[in-house]
């Protein structure tokens, strides 16, 4: 079923918003259209934002919204939020005032759904309507513009400065709009001319207007600005908008070719990485997949699952005072991996080979589980991203993220470790509480609790995210106890969401009964000298994480400095996402710094923020378009020739640390890195003992 969606800017209009509002959910409109009203309270300071949440709570059948700038943009810029946040194949602006009559929606609505129109315009000046008599230099000063407006447009509308704008969705989300005060009209009027093929109706309409006293806000200033927007964008438009960024049914056509090419080509370089693994392009055979902390989280599957193992002892566990053979890390890993587990010994059954759960059949179907989840993952992100910037820009990040920073060697290189099993799991949590917050509910509660627990099971540093569910658009104090509010009233479904947790860790708890007899453990007071904790909690290794020689974060993934760029840029605009990312990163940055262990030696750059880079990825993408703005191409080419250097160069780096499997110091120096560089850079080897890896497992 098709929907329209209904945008009104609002600022200071608590007197008459529920009027408006009123008026627009009884209106039925023709051809079953359902309705979606957006609300933009443009930092009313008076109490409109609270009036339209009153209205949305009395009428719960309405689907209504409400958005809030932190400071005041103009009605511009409110529309621009409005465009961004509408979901429905049809987008108009309506004003919060009473001078547009909401019953006249069908009218504009006809030649659109007659399939003739675009865009239709609702003008004041034409048709036998009513009309309220009240200024006349404004009426002078609008045919005014509007006959600029013509000059430059080619077109022969008689009210360009009308609010009543009827748009398909794919065309104006389409049009980049920059005017943020009343300059959207002549801006958006200018760039729809533009477009090659544009069908624009304009259709006769009421208008009850209101005078200065009763709240009207445009003054003379605004005209001059129209003035200037006509010139500004009448002349530059033919240049700006080509014929191929042409009519709405190409480029709805078009829109859908590119996302379908964007898809096919990840799918190639995902089908590549995993060919070039399965030929031994990281020199190693799949049988080296089970080692280290992989094993270990690895060891539970076939320790647990094969019958007839010989060996039922895990083979990377501490012996503990009691004889017990214990594992010290948790099976969330393992519950992720198990579908891809049972395909390899179901593999290793049909072809009549060992079935010892640690050979390199079982180590193919582990790699190919860890691709299919980043896959997954990162086609989340993409969906992400996509709410905040455009499709090219996320599609691009999505890239960047996978094949320029660390995350490119855990899914291929190192598939057994934990990092891309949580990082599908967050992704898909960050994707789904925006839904949450919107319609709690006993569905979308199991999309953001199951992930959550089994991320926590996995590692529970990655309770840390759920930092996201309290904090996501919240800007200011106000804003945080009412997501306080929220949340205490959606009582129910947090139960719901620990109840969750409580089930997923049930097989962890009786493990841990099992081996050490009690229910709750903290496994690495096992380890060696027990001192596997957060010993450095009042030193924390900061600057040596993000940038130390041995994993720092931005020495192995340097793109992901443009993510922190990112997010000083969306606190300072008070992004919606901007404190909600600053908070998990300074405290999951907090807590890794604090481990005893905090460059997580033998490790490819710094592995432990992995798990959140779908958070990252935002402030990276907002970045980036900010960045490369569309129309640039120089500047989108030098930022297209570093993003595959650093791409090279990340992927170069990952075979090399695949050689020689453990950097760590302190006999890891800044003079090894400088040589592995170098070497990365000239397409060579490292001058090392290949039988490291043997030795390593």
Not at 4 to 14: D, T
Not at 146 to 162: G, H, K, P, Y
Not at 472 to 477: M, W
Not at 640 to 667: E, K, Q
Request: overall charge positive.
């Amino acid at each position: 079923m098709q929907s329209l969606s209904i945008i009104i800017p609002a600022y200071n209009e608590a007197k008459t918003i529920h009027l408006i509002l009123d008026k627009v959910r009884n209106v039925n409109l023709v051809g079953e259209l359902r309705k979606e009203v957006i609300v933009v309270n443009d930092c009313s300071s008076d109490a409109t934002a609270e009036v339209v949440a009153a209205y949305s709570k009395l009428h719960p059948d309405f689907n209504l919204r409400l958005e809030n700038h932190q400071v005041n943009k103009g009605k511009g810029a409110a529309i621009h939020t409005g465009i961004k946040e509408a979901t429905g194949q049809f987008i108009i602006i309506q004003d919060a005032d009473l001078e547009y009559d909401p019953e006249e929606f069908n009218i504009l609505l006809k030649p659109m759904l007659d399939g003739v129109a675009d865009a239709v315009y609702g003008s004041r000046f034409m048709g036998g309507n009513p009309h309220r008599i009240l200024f006349f230099w404004h009426t002078i000063g609008n045919k005014f513009l509007t006959f600029t407006s013509n000059i430059f447009s080619n077109l022969n509308l008689t009210d360009m400065e009308t609010c009543y704008k009827l748009f398909r969705s794919e065309i104006i989300k389409g049009i980049p709009l920059q005017e943020n005060r009343f300059g959207f009209e002549p801006e958006v009027t200018q760039k729809l001319a533009a477009i090659d093929r544009i069908r624009i109706y304009e259709v006769g309409i009421s208008y009850y207007g209101r005078t200065y006293e009763e709240g009207k806000k445009i003054n003379w200033k605004d005209g001059f600005r129209a003035l200037y927007c006509i010139l500004k964008y009448g002349l530059s438009q033919k240049k700006t908008f080509s014929k191929k960024k042409a009519s709405p049914v190409t480029g709805a056509k078009k829109k859908l070719g590119r996302n379908i090419g964007y898809t096919l080509a990840f799918l190639i370089f995902l089908g590549l990485n995993l060919n070039f693994s399965h030929t031994d392009f990281y020199k190693h055979s799949y049988r080296y997949v089970f080692k280290s902390d992989g094993l270990g989280y690895y060891q539970y599957l076939p320790t647990w699952f094969i019958l007839d193992n010989l060996d039922k002892q895990m083979k990377y566990a501490i012996k503990l005072p009691n004889g017990n053979m214990f594992n010290k890390y948790t099976w969330g890993t393992a519950f992720m991996q198990a579908p891809f587990f049972f395909m390899g010994h179901a593999y290793t059954l049909a072809k009549g080979l060992p079935t010892t759960g640690y050979s390199a059949d079982y180590g193919f179907f582990i790699a190919l589980g860890a691709l299919l989840y980043a896959f997954l993952a990162l086609c989340l992100v993409y969906l992400t991203l996509k709410k905040y910037v455009s499709s090219i820009i996320a599609f691009f990040t999505v890239l960047l993220l996978f094949f320029g920073t660390n995350l490119f060697f855990y899914t291929v290189a190192e598939p057994a470790m934990s990092h891309v099993y949580s990082f599908f799991l967050i992704s898909l949590f960050i994707y789904k509480v925006p839904a949450f917050l919107e319609k709690p509910g006993i569905i979308n509660s199991l999309w953001i609790g199951i992930p959550l627990a089994v991320a926590v099971l996995i590692r529970p540093t990655n309770i840390v995210i759920g930092f996201y569910l309290v904090l996501f658009g919240v800007t200011n104090s106000r804003l945080l106890w009412e997501r306080i509010k929220f949340l205490f009233r959606s009582w129910p479904y947090l139960i719901l969401m620990f109840l969750v947790a409580v089930i997923v860790f049930i097989p962890q708890m009786t493990y841990w009964h099992l081996t050490t007899g009690e229910w709750f453990v903290y496994s690495y007071k096992y380890s060696a000298g027990g001192n596997e904790s957060f010993i450095y909690w009042n030193n924390p290794k900061i600057f040596k994480v993000l940038f130390g020689v041995v994993s720092g974060w931005f020495i192995y993934s340097p793109v992901m400095i443009l993510s922190m760029l990112g997010l000083i840029f969306m606190i300072f605009r008070k992004h919606v996402q901007g404190m909600a990312i600053l908070v998990v990163f300074l405290v999951i940055l907090y807590i890794n710094a604090s481990w005893w262990c905090y460059t997580f030696d033998c490790a490819f750059g710094y592995r432990s923020f992995i798990e959140y880079y779908s958070l990252f990825a935002i402030p990276f993408a907002i970045i980036l378009q900010q960045l490369v703005p569309d129309g640039y191409m120089i500047r989108k080419g030098i930022l297209i020739v570093l993003a595959v250097f650093f791409s090279y160069l990340n992927i170069r780096m990952s075979i090399l640390y695949n050689w020689d499997p453990c950097w760590f110091g302190p006999n890891w120096t800044w003079k090894n890195y400088e040589k592995v560089v170098k070497s990365s850079l000239k397409g060579g080897t490292l001058q090392i003992n290949v039988h490291k890896l043997e030795e390593n497992q």
